[in-house]
């Protein structure tokens, strides 16, 4: 596949290094000499110096013959405009931007293929709200992905020492039998695909494949203290904060937000009903205790500047705050601020990469879920008729050791498999994948040559 990707920046690069290490044939546009420079480097595509809006440009990478553009840069303009030069040069080449101005979003028609002809948006502020509110519904959780319209969650629980759960071999788990499955085990920079004879040890991140309307079970079974969220504070007034806010006004929860910017309190007051909506610093302890951070549910620091939300959740956790969740854009701090005691980290380019990666994969894909340290992924797949997996029960299906089906949903129901379930045509596929088994089971998914 034969991919062109305009924009070195964070997100940009990100997907060219994973897709660089799949062995496609990857095509980079950047304009700044620097971020050129880092490429060659560190990464094995085609790095090509200019603007992505200049057709000379988009020519000598090839856009012609091109299976997929993905504009990522930060500058939604110049995302459109090589979406739509693209579609003069190729007009079968599939098209990705990620947009971010909730105004061209809004606008739909703009996107069609009579104007602009952009085959899919990519919105990480988006997604972002999406991951926080979903956060925020499971509140002793590190992750929660959902899949299939939220029928099916994936929960990401931390083992404490003083967990039962810890030392116990996953055979011993009874009393959740057919609500829930344990797809995968963070334990460090390690990521296993588990099996019945594995132990889950103390600080032990799981990922747990459950029913929605299963959820309320597993907060006792895992000892989770499930309250009801009363109170949320937010820092950061930005496109994302007043997003979290517009949705969190039409709920019970008690919110405030707080900003240092006094026209962004001034038009946030005007726009919300029941927010209170405070003009201040949040790296002030006195405001903090002020707003009595100590009874608050969550606090939720997504300034732009993230080295100010690690100290601003930091400076919260000390004061008493319950639980935390902070945005961090540069992937390269997840791991450390990860160490030092951050609960729970979201990340807009995490968001955008999450979103391109499921256009990228073979077969009929839905969609893909990096999960934490990107060593494995989740993948939302259809069950297609030609492929090698339908028709038979789990156990009799070639997976790679390091895939795991965790979910399966047929017609509305969904299912936590055995190995004696049958897949059938057209069923939905949960599937934990490590990142190294990925080629393997994209054949899998895929038709088979005989089809033809």
Known sequence: MKIIIVG???????????????NQDVFLIEKDQEKIRRINEELDVQAILGS?????????????????????TDSDEVNLIACLLTRNMNPYILKVARV???????????????????????????????TIRNLM??????????????KVKLVGITIKPNSPFAGRQLTSFT???????????????????PHGEDFIQANDMVYIVIRSEDLPDLFPFFQIENKELKMVIIVGAGQTGRALASALD???????????????CADLAETLGKVTVIHGDATDKNLLQEENISDADFLVAITGNEESNVLITLLSKGLGVKRSITRVNKLSYIPLVSAIGVDTIVSSRLSAIRAILQYIRKGRIISVAPLKAEHAEV?????????????????????????????????????????DTMIQPGDRLIIFTLRKEVPKLEKLLTVKLEYF
């Open 8 to 22: 070195a920046g964070e997100v940009g690069f990100h997907i060219a290094q994973k897709l660089s290490e799949e």
């Open 379 to 419: 993948i939302e797949a259809e069950a297609l008729d030609t492929s090698d997996i339908v028709n038979k029960s789990l156990s009799k299906v070639k997976f790679p050791r390091g895939a795991l089906v965790g979910a399966l949903v047929r017609d509305n129901s969904v299912i936590i498999p055995k190995g």
């Open 137 to 150: 519904m499971v509140p002793g959780a590190s992750d929660v992905v959902e899949f299939e319209n939220g």
């Open 52 to 72: 992505g809006t200049s057709p000379k440009v988009l020519k000598a990478s090839g856009i012609e013959n091109a299976d997929m553009l993905v504009a990522a």
């Open 250 to 264: 039409k709920t019970k929860i008690n919110v405030k937000i707080i900003d240092k910017d006094a026209q962004r």
């Open 175 to 193: 009393g959740m039998e057919g609500k829930i499955l344990v797809g995968a085990i963070v334990r460090g920079e390690q990521f296993l695909i």
């Open 100 to 130: 971010r101005n909730p105004e061209y979003i809004e606008e739909k028609n703009l996107f069609s293929k009579e104007l602009l002809g952009v085959d899919q948006i990519i919105s990480p502020e988006s997604v972002m709200v999406d």
